[in-house]
C-alpha cells in the first residue's frame, strides 16, 4: 500500500525521485495528458525504506536494475493539483551511471498509457522555458550536484493552506 493519505485539509505524500543524468540529460517520465515531465519514481509502499523504494521504482518504470549513489535532495513539497493541497515529502537519490541502452522505454506502465520515458537536456534553455518540469528545482540543480544533501522547501503559489508555512 502506498504511503499517502488524505486529512481533511489535504493529501499527505511520501515519495522518491532519481536523478538518472547522462551528461546534461537527465532521464524523466513524461505525461501527454498534462505535457509534464518528472523524475523516474513514484510513492513509498508502507514499510519501505526510501532507497528500496528508489530500486523498486527504477525497475518497474525503466527495466533496469540499478545501483543508487547516494541521497541527494530531500524536499518537503506544498502544492496544489487539482483543487487538492498536497503536503509532500520527498527524497532524491542520485543514480550511478549505467548501461542507458538497456532501457526499457516502454516500460513506464504503472503510470498509465500516457506516460513515457525521454530524455531531456537540462541545459537546452530554449527547449526547456514554459515547460512543466518537476520538482520544479531540478534543472538548477541537477546541472550542479552539491557532495552533501540538501534540504528543499517548496511553496507554490496554488498552495491554498499556505498561511500557515
Request: aromatic share 14%.
Amino acid at each position: 500500500m502506498d504511503t499517502t493519505f488524505k486529512t481533511s485539509e489535504g493529501v499527505f505524500n511520501y515519495r522518491v525521485g532519481a536523478i538518472i543524468l547522462n551528461g546534461t540529460k537527465a532521464l524523466m517520465a513524461h505525461d501527454n495528458r498534462r505535457d509534464q515531465y518528472y523524475t523516474v519514481g513514484g510513492r513509498a509502499h508502507f514499510g519501505e525504506t526510501s532507497e528500496q523504494t528508489m530500486l523498486r521504482e527504477i525497475f518497474e518504470e525503466t527495466g533496469i536494475k540499478a545501483e543508487l549513489d547516494r541521497l541527494a535532495f530531500v524536499q518537503e513539497g506544498f502544492f496544489n493539483a487539482d483543487g487538492t493541497d498536497f503536503h509532500e515529502l520527498a527524497f532524491y537519490w542520485l543514480v550511478k551511471p549505467f548501461d542507458f541502452e538497456e532501457i526499457d522505454f516502454s516500460a513506464v506502465k504503472c503510470d498509465g498509457d500516457d506516460a513515457e520515458l525521454r530524455w531531456i537536456d537540462l541545459a537546452d534553455n530554449k527547449w526547456c522555458n514554459g515547460k512543466e518540469i518537476y520538482p520544479v528545482w531540478l534543472r538548477e540543480k541537477a546541472l550542479c550536484i552539491p557532495t552533501g544533501i540538501t534540504h528543499i522547501v517548496s511553496i507554490e503559489d496554488n498552495f491554498k493552506k499556505g498561511g500557515n508555512l
